[in-house]
């Protein structure tokens, strides 16, 4: 079972009133769109993510990882509408990710040996507009052919966290 990013760094999600549409057709036109851009790095793979607890149901997600960044990607029938949403966060991993895992002096030892930088979050940036671009494009497409109402420049806009609070 999959697990979802340990820090947000942002997120966006949208329902269109009036789409009905498969997942899989949604996330095979993500995918192909990712792919186009020819991205370093990058995987792309499907995920089952739990709804709440241990017990709960469970919803397939895209994922695109990069490093330590991930996109988990949704798109599911919800009501008369069909829901979009996207996350973007990290997952440290290896021995990072082990120090992640240690209360309290975990998180200070990677703030003070693997600080978030300029680079990485140009990187996080980088990677966040490209795969939020290509889920732009396929949810415009899909809407458009529908003959739906286009989502505003509003509407497209992720929510972000406060990382620039974490460089210090």
């Known amino acids: 079972m999959a697990k979802p990013a340990q820090i947000v760094l942002s997120h966006w999600h949208n329902l269109v009133e009036g789409l009905q549409e498969s997942p899989q057709n949604i996330y095979s036109l993500i995918e192909t769109s990712i792919n186009e851009k020819q991205l370093p790095d990058v995987k792309i793979t499907r995920v089952t993510l739990h709804e709440a607890g241990l017990l709960s149901a469970k919803r397939e997600y895209l994922r695109v990882r990069r490093k330590e960044h991930l996109f988990d990607i949704c798109?599911?029938?919800?009501?008369?509408?069909?829901?979009?949403?996207?996350?973007?966060?990290?997952?440290?991993?290896?021995?990072?990710?082990?120090?992640?895992?240690?209360?309290?002096?975990?998180?200070?030892?990677?703030?003070?040996?693997?600080?978030?930088?300029?680079?990485?979050?140009?990187t996080a940036m980088m990677f966040q507009d490209s795969i939020r671009q290509a889920v732009d494009d396929v949810v415009g497409q899909i809407i458009s052919s529908k003959g739906l109402r286009a989502l505003s420049e509003l509407e497209r806009k992720p929510v972000m966290s406060d990382i620039f609070n974490k460089i210090k």
């Open 75 to 122: 798109a599911a029938p919800f009501g008369s509408g069909f829901f979009f949403s996207w996350w973007l966060g990290e997952v440290p991993s290896g021995f990072w990710g082990l120090m992640a895992l240690i209360p309290v002096f975990g998180p200070l030892f990677i703030g003070w040996f693997k600080p978030h930088t300029y680079f990485t979050l140009d």
